[in-house]
């Protein structure tokens, strides 16, 4: 141990009564293995940061640094100060601070498997599982599955699926993962092969010591008592004045700055984790006790083994297993959590609310040494230090009824909108009459509401529908008082909700209660009320062209599991310089002022780059031209900024924190220049929606088909309105989402001799990244080289924004000439990235009294934000789908920009055209209530006749030229798969049968053009005398699985097996002029380049391989003879006719249940039927169909966008922004390709998958809308067509259903 350091004014804290303890600022713990001791680590660095930068080791990656994703899980082990025993739990490693890690062992991916050692099981399980696309994720995934099974190796198949609330994936939708795991529980192929790592030895013979570390620069101290004298002995000697904390785990921090909180300098954080009075637990005959550092996890356990014991027991650990995730709730204390709600009140805390409901107190501990007990609301209110040291959760008598609910955005890992919490005690010799009642809620008022009006009402009273009107009434005056603000959700919802769950609870205490009416209390959304998730694939396959078709798993995935799978964001050596952003905070406002003296004075900060240090063009798509121009790379001083999340410059620091927090530093002052638009409707209201000229001037590669901006129009003129034909006007909205890729944007800069450039970045569009490069640095195209080893994920947001911090990145590079890297925080990056555009499409339709649709006109209004320069890119993709795959008389289509001020967006996967898709159903739907026929009867009716000249108004001639038409087979054929009207009947009955749960089912098809004309790409194929090849492409391995196609396709051209064949990165230096990854058709292009260069191969080695030699020893004889092995290809798609090469087309069934009393939705089944045509690789496209469907019910279900007046983005990081969880797709999820269906057009007879999937998504939209339709009709509203916009939350369908005051009663 280190010589003892004085704490404060040379006092020391002492150990035991009389005696003293030196204070160590020696921290030792092991990692993978290795002992590891650290001498006064910062109280600031969190583990994840010092493993990446400080380590090296890369393969636990930052997500969102808020503990809200998972992607950076690791494996904790520690003795367990209550058992003795090590103990292994998932935590994520962005919250851990690394002082709080002594005697601990860490274990990275990286230290449990590897390429070189061998993989792990359960590496090896997620990989060849097809659990991994990108891979950013994936070793977050592996962490916590390997926590598991350290905590139980006999796991069942319900344990396992609820284990991972805390781990998001963006590309799978989850089923394979789901699928992979499973098989290490009970009856799984992987059950008991767990393979453990051994602890270190030393580990088991730590003896923990007082540890006291100072940062020097900030004044923040760390203590880590461990007897609750020293505790006191800190306690005292602070000032009062000085930021004091005591925490356990501190898994708080990545939720306090969204309530205003911070790591402030000169605190002091005191460890209470070890502290002995704070760790014991017991059950006995009258309550369960609990010390404040006993975790949550260890809480729902003692309640679990103790729920025979009292009512209580196991609501509350029911609902405790949604709090926070399985990363928090292993090492977060319940005490932490109300310490938080007590430092920030309007934080909605289910530990709270549900404690005060079950009437639990505390021993707490004042500066002053005096104890207290306290009621959970009495303690929420304490003032000054003060330290929980205990928890009493009391039994309850057998006669009491005990509930607790709670909704939220998402079905787990999501703060709640409302939480409630009931005790109803009954008088035994007074038998049904209530004897004293406790209600809590949280979520409506200000702070935790104690409903003392309702309680008193209820008291003396039966449990019947006069006491539930009183009691309802007497809660509405409770919730009265104090309201509390939310964004997100209105005060008339969530007080809905709030008397919805005192209805519940009626009924639940009632004796008896019809068996139409249980549904309201039986849950479905939490985890563990929802049934085992599964699901089938299907397909076939086209054994000629082996190993194309087949079931192929994505090549790389195993060294993804692993963390060996470098990305951008991993790249940069030692040394290397960090970049952060620093963005506008006003909208539509002059910038008179930009200081950055402060963030300059801040510990590691070198620089603030701004406009004056860019060496050439001050705009990231000067190359686009146009109303691109308008946008700056830094804007400066005087400019008009048009919105929040444009760049300023950048601060350039040594570490990624540093200039983090430098960059918050930088002072900007505006004055307004008018009213600040943020949606459509001001949007038009202002400025009105012109027709669109399009101006861009590309000089980037890529071809232009037609004219996107133009108005549509086909057919014969409209037929007059006396013509017997009814006629209906609507509009349909939907919102915007953002991509979430889980690796934000990522680059490293890197200056070479000569004036020339590595850039290395998460990209879609390198070709673009090199333009924008070399006019911004001023340097010719030659002088620079973009390279992209692999993106974590893009899904169209790296195709053009990664312009931005690419161009950020060289400027500084250049300015400070060495190497500058970015990695954008999570928040930071979705206020500069917009996404997808918000859409308003305004229909007038015309039919006869079947529904055959005559005429239809659609107005398509598109928020493209401050400016609209790059969007007919996005535009292209949306105007099919106005129309799908029905054919009309006549069709008119009029697309228009708005203009907000609001972040410019941008390609999102499917851009516009899954919302035109829906807007076009929500038509189909429209008109078929109007006629009185089932949905899916008016869609058939309206599909082209492929007997007459079937032409699309986009220019598509249906049968010809390889553009077949396949949307018929496919909707009976799914119909049949899914046992689609026997289901409806039975989704009937169940409706009959049930008042307060309904479920609706729906089809839908789609059809997906795909602009063949738009892509062009090359390949380089290099043989060397191993045999082995080498092969690169013009495309981006960006999740989407291209590099592994291609693969397929050189084993399949050239004859060789397929683990001869590698495909490197993709480099500009090799492969230039090629079109965009994006819009599903690169990897088929990039599969057509591959093959036209192994063509030439072929052809090359012809002469040897035709006497029958090996590969190898043909191999050998080519280069002996001196014969070129290496080969360029280079590929287009032939002209056509058409506007488009072809279409993808696809059919879903979606059955979904809804809670008609809160508006939760759960996805009960989805069945998909697409024609990929021949597929390339099976795992692959059925992976992309899995993924692009989730994503889109993450668009149609969770995820919401708000934007306020002055156009701050509220949608924001982990905490407000809800993309789905493994818990929110479909608990029965089955997917199939349509077999024997070559595309004509086609390379290799493929088609594209990823986006052409999310256009299905009105299936969801529709099944939903059904079980509204099932409630309205039951509370009175009719079956009538209502609007209905997107996204459907839980507040907007519980408002589509009506008023249920009056239909809510008790028996």
Request: hydrophobic residues 40%; neutral net charge; contains cysteine.
């Amino acid at each position: 141990p280190a010589e003892p350091t004085p704490v404060v004014g040379g006092k020391e804290p002492t150990l035991g009564v009389g005696g003293k303890q030196a204070w160590t600022d020696r921290l030792q713990f092991w990692l993978n293995g290795e002992e590891i001791i650290v001498t006064n680590p910062s109280p600031s660095m969190r583990l994840l940061y010092w493993l990446r930068e400080v380590r090296g080791l890369t393969g636990t990656h930052y997500g969102c640094g808020e503990g809200g994703c998972g992607i950076c899980t690791v494996a904790l082990s520690q003795i367990d100060p209550e058992t003795k025993k090590i103990k292994t739990v998932p935590i994520n490693s962005c919250l851990r601070r690394l002082c709080a890690l002594d005697g601990c062992h860490i274990l990275t991916t990286e230290g449990i498997g590897s390429q070189g050692s061998g993989f792990n099981p359960v590496q090896t399980a997620i990989a060849d599982g097809n659990g991994s696309q990108c891979g950013y994720c994936t070793p977050g995934w592996v962490m916590n599955m390997y926590a598991l099974l350290e905590k139980k190796n006999t796991l069942s198949a319900e344990e396992v699926q609820q284990h991972f609330d805390g781990n998001l994936c963006r590309c799978t939708g989850y089923r394979p993962i789901l699928t992979s795991f499973g098989a290490f529980a009970k009856g799984g192929k992987l059950c008991g092969q767990h393979e453990s790592v051994k602890h270190p030895t030393a580990m088991l013979a730590h003896n923990p010591q007082p540890l006291r570390f100072k940062d020097d620069i900030t004044g923040q101290e760390w203590f880590r008592p461990v007897n609750l004298e020293q505790y006191m002995a800190i306690a005292s000697l602070i000032a009062t004045n000085r930021p004091f904390r005591p925490i356990c785990a501190s898994t708080a921090d990545g939720v306090a700055k969204y309530y205003g909180g911070k790591d402030t300098d000169n605190a002091v954080l005191v460890d209470t984790s070890l502290l002995p009075e704070l760790n014991g637990s017991s059950l006995d005959g009258d309550a369960l006790r609990c010390g404040a550092s006993v975790t949550i996890e260890k809480v729902i356990a003692l309640l679990e083994q103790g729920s025979a014991g009292s009512p209580s027991f196991s609501p509350l650990a029911r609902h405790m297993k949604r709090i926070a995730c399985v990363q928090v709730r292993s090492v977060a204390s319940w005490a932490g959590n109300l310490m938080f709600t007590r430092e920030h009140p309007n934080f909605p805390s289910d530990m709270a609310t549900i404690l005060a409901a079950a009437g639990a107190t505390f021993d707490v501990l004042g500066v002053d040494s005096k104890r207290q007990t306290c009621s959970t609301v009495q303690l929420l209110g304490l003032k000054g230090r003060v330290l929980v040291l205990s928890m009493t959760i009391p039994k309850l008598t057998a006669s009491t009824v005990f509930e607790t609910f709670k909704v939220s955005p998402r079905h787990v890992f999501a703060a709640a909108t409302v939480n409630f919490g009931a005790c109803i005690e009954f008088d035994d010799k007074q038998g049904g009459v209530v004897r004293r009642a406790r209600f809590s809620v949280g979520g409506v008022t200000e702070t935790l509401l104690e409903a003392a009006k309702a309680a008193t009402a209820l008291c003396g009273r039966p449990l019947d529908n006069a006491s539930f009107k009183a009691v309802e009434a007497a809660l509405r005056q409770d919730m009265s008082v104090c309201a509390s603000k939310n964004e997100f959700h209105s005060l008339e919802y969530r007080q809905s909700l709030a008397t919805a769950f005192l209805y519940k609870t009626f009924l639940a205490g009632s004796s008896s209660i019809p068996s139409q009416l249980k549904s309201a209390i039986v849950p479905f959304i939490p985890a563990d009320a929802q049934p085992i998730s599964h699901g089938t694939e299907s397909f076939g396959t086209d054994p000629k062209e082996a190993p194309i078709s087949e079931y192929i798993i994505k090549r790389s995935a195993r060294i993804q599991a692993s963390g060996e799978a470098l990305f951008p964001s991993d790249c940069g050596r030692p040394g290397t310089l960090w970049g952060q952003v620093v963005l506008t905070t006003s909208a539509n406002a002059r910038l008179v002022a930009l200081d950055a003296s402060a963030a300059l004075k801040m510990p590691g900060v070198h620089d603030f780059i701004a406009a004056a240090s860019i060496p050439g063009v001050n705009c990231p798509l000067a190359s686009f031209g146009g109303a691109n121009l308008k946008e700056k790379l830094f804007f400066e001083v005087n400019d008009e900024v048009p919105c929040q999340g444009e760049m300023v410059g950048i601060i350039v620091a040594d570490t990624w924190q540093q200039a983090h927090d430098a960059a918050k530093m930088v002072l900007q002052r505006y004055e307004p220049l008018g009213p600040v638009l943020v949606d459509i409707k001001q949007g038009v209201q202002y400025q009105g929606a012109p027709d669109i000229v399009d101006n861009t001037a590309s000089t980037v590669s890529g071809r232009r088909s037609r004219d996107w901006w133009k108005v549509y129009e086909q057919g014969t003129a409209r037929a007059p309105k006396d013509n017997g034909l009814t006629t209906l006007k609507g509009t349909f909205s939907s919102n915007g989402q953002r991509h979430f890729y889980m690796e934000t944007q990522s680059v490293l800069a890197t200056p070479l001799d000569g004036n020339c450039w590595e850039v290395i970045v998460s990209d879609q569009y390198s070709d673009l990244t090199q333009t924008s490069l070399a006019l911004v640095l001023g340097v010719p195209q030659h002088n620079i080289n973009v390279k992209v080893p692999r993106a974590g994920g893009a899904f169209g947001g790296k195709l053009l924004r990664q312009t931005l911090t690419a161009c950020a990145a060289a400027v500084a590079a250049k300015k400070m000439r060495q190497p500058v890297r970015i990695q954008n925080e999570r928040i930071d990056d979705m206020r500069m990235i917009a996404g997808r555009e918000v859409a308003q499409f305004d229909y007038d339709v015309s039919f006869d009294v079947q529904g055959k649709v005559d005429s239809l006109e659609v107005t398509m209004l598109l928020d493209f934000g401050w400016f609209w320069g790059d969007n007919g890119f996005d535009l292209a993709f949306g105007l099919p789908g106005t129309a799908n795959c029905y054919q009309f008389n006549h069709f008119k289509l009029d697309p228009k920009a708005v203009e907000t001020n609001t972040p410019h967006t941008t390609f999102m996967r499917a851009p516009v055209s899954m919302q035109a898709v829906l807007a076009a159903e929500v038509v189909m739907e429209h008109v078929a209530r109007t006629v009185g026929r089932p949905l899916e009867e008016v869609q058939a009716l309206n599909f082209y006749n492929m007997n007459e000249s079937a032409v699309t108004p986009f220019g598509d001639h249906l049968g010809k030229d390889g553009y077949n038409y396949t949307i018929p087979t496919l909707f009976l054929d799914i119909q049949k798969q899914a046992n689609f009207s026997d289901r409806k009947k039975a989704v009937d009955a169940y409706n009959a049968a049930n008042r307060w749960t309904k479920k609706g089912i729906a089809i839908t098809p789609t059809m997906f053009p795909i602009n063949c004309a738009y892509y062009s790409s090359g390949a380089l194929v290099c043989i060397y005398s191993d045999g082995t090849v080498l092969v690169s492409t013009g495309g981006s391995e960006i999740g989407q699985g291209l590099d592994t196609k291609v693969a397929l396709c050189v084993a399949n051209a050239l004859d060789t097996p397929l683990e001869k064949i590698q495909v490197g990165p993709r480099e500009t230096s090799k492969i230039p002029n090629n079109t965009a990854t994006g819009g599903s058709g690169t990897s088929e292009n990039c599969c057509g380049a591959a093959v036209a260069a192994c063509e030439k191969l072929v052809a090359a080695m012809k002469p040897y391989r035709e006497t029958g030699k090996s590969w190898e020893d043909a191999v050998t004889a080519a280069i002996a003879d001196k014969v070129s092995l290496v080969a360029t290809g280079w590929f287009s798609f032939p002209k056509s006719e058409n506007a488009n090469g072809y279409a993808t087309y696809g059919a879903a069934v979606a059955e979904t249940m809804i809670d008609v009393l809160t508006g939760e939705v759960r996805v009960e089944r989805v069945d998909i039927l697409m024609d990929l045509g021949t597929q390339l690789d099976a795992a692959i496209d059925l992976g992309q169909l899995q993924g692009g469907f989730v994503m889109a019910l993450g668009f149609l279900l969770t995820e919401e966008l708000k934007i306020d007046a002055s156009g701050t983005l509220l949608s924001i990081g982990t905490w407000d922004y809800k993309i789905p969880t493994a818990y929110d797709i479909p608990v029965e999820f089955n997917v199939s390709l349509l077999k024997d269906s070559p595309n004509p057009f086609g390379v290799k007879g493929s088609k594209a998958s990823a986006e052409p999937v999310m256009c299905l998504i009105p299936s969801v939209f529709m099944a939903v809308k059904n079980a509204i339709y099932a409630a309205r009709a039951d509370s009175g509203a009719g079956s009538g067509w209502f609007p209905l916009s997107t996204p459907l939350t839980t507040d907007k369908i519980r408002a589509a259903i009506g008023d249920l005051g009056a239909q809510m009663t008790v028996p």
